[in-house]
């Protein structure tokens, strides 16, 4: 089994073959259970313009990641070895297990459409009030405040901006061809 710099090579039992893998949503279809998630969110779009596919808690690549570094970690008996290297006897691989298999569960998210994301989202909450599929239908989402708590607040309204006229459908799968490319 090998690893470079930005491709690991992940093993599929019982196919007995490494399929290679980056660790970015463009490879959703490279891993049956990211295609599982992928599949179960491609079709929602958050009224903030996020399209639920290529976000990796939604197409499931977080989830995935942590299940394959507790595989590397079983596999490559990492636990057993680390002593002998420097730190390597700090870290406690238990909870680092426990840990990872709490990141598999609990960072899945469904779509907002489905009760996933944040349940006091004002972006959601005030686009249903307002009766609003997407908020590029909104006249005040220039200077919305609603958007401030995400991290690029101004990057989601481009978007949204950019997308205007457009339907839901035509934007998601522009979003998604972006992100296989
Ligand atoms: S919960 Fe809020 S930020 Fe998340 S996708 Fe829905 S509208 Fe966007
Ligand atoms: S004010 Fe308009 S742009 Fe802002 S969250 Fe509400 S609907 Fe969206």
């Given at each position: 089994m090998g690893i470079t710099l930005n491709k690991c090579f992940i093993y599929l039992p019982p196919s007995e073959k490494y399929v290679p893998f980056k660790f970015r949503s463009n490879d959703v279809y490279a891993i049956p259970m990211l295609k599982?998630?992928?599949?179960?969110?491609?079709?929602?779009?958050?009224?903030?313009?996020?399209?639920?596919?290529?976000?990796?808690?939604?197409n499931?690549?977080?989830?995935?990641?942590?299940?394959?570094?507790?595989?590397?970690?079983?596999?490559?008996?990492?636990?057993?070895?680390?002593?002998?290297?420097?730190?390597?006897?700090?870290?406690?691989?238990?909870?680092?297990d426990e840990a990872l298999s709490w990141v598999q569960t609990y960072t899945r998210c469904f779509g907002c459409q489905q009760g996933g994301g944040p349940p006091d989202c004002a972006i959601r909450i005030c686009s249903?009030?307002?009766?609003?599929?997407?908020?590029?239908?909104?006249?005040?989402?220039?200077?919305?405040?609603?958007?401030d708590w995400l991290q690029k607040p101004d990057f989601f309204k481009d978007n949204l901006r950019k997308s205007?006229?457009?339907?839901?459908?035509?934007?998601?799968?522009?979003?998604?061809?972006k992100m296989k490319n």
């Amino acid at each position: 089994m090998g690893i470079t710099l930005n491709k690991c090579f992940i093993y599929l039992p019982p196919s007995e073959k490494y399929v290679p893998f980056k660790f970015r949503s463009n490879d959703v279809y490279a891993i049956p259970m990211l295609k599982e998630a992928f599949d179960n969110v491609k079709d929602q779009m958050g009224p903030c313009g996020i399209a639920c596919g290529t976000c990796d808690l939604g197409n499931g690549t977080v989830a995935e990641s942590a299940l394959k570094l507790q595989e590397y970690l079983k596999n490559y008996g990492i636990a057993s070895w680390a002593p002998a290297v420097p730190g390597g006897s700090d870290v406690d691989f238990e909870r680092l297990d426990e840990a990872l298999s709490w990141v598999q569960t609990y960072t899945r998210c469904f779509g907002c459409q489905q009760g996933g994301g944040p349940p006091d989202c004002a972006i959601r909450i005030c686009s249903k009030d307002k009766g609003y599929e997407l908020c590029s239908e909104c006249p005040d989402l220039d200077g919305c405040e609603n958007f401030d708590w995400l991290q690029k607040p101004d990057f989601f309204k481009d978007n949204l901006r950019k997308s205007k006229g457009k339907s839901k459908n035509e934007i998601i799968d522009k979003a998604i061809s972006k992100m296989k490319n």
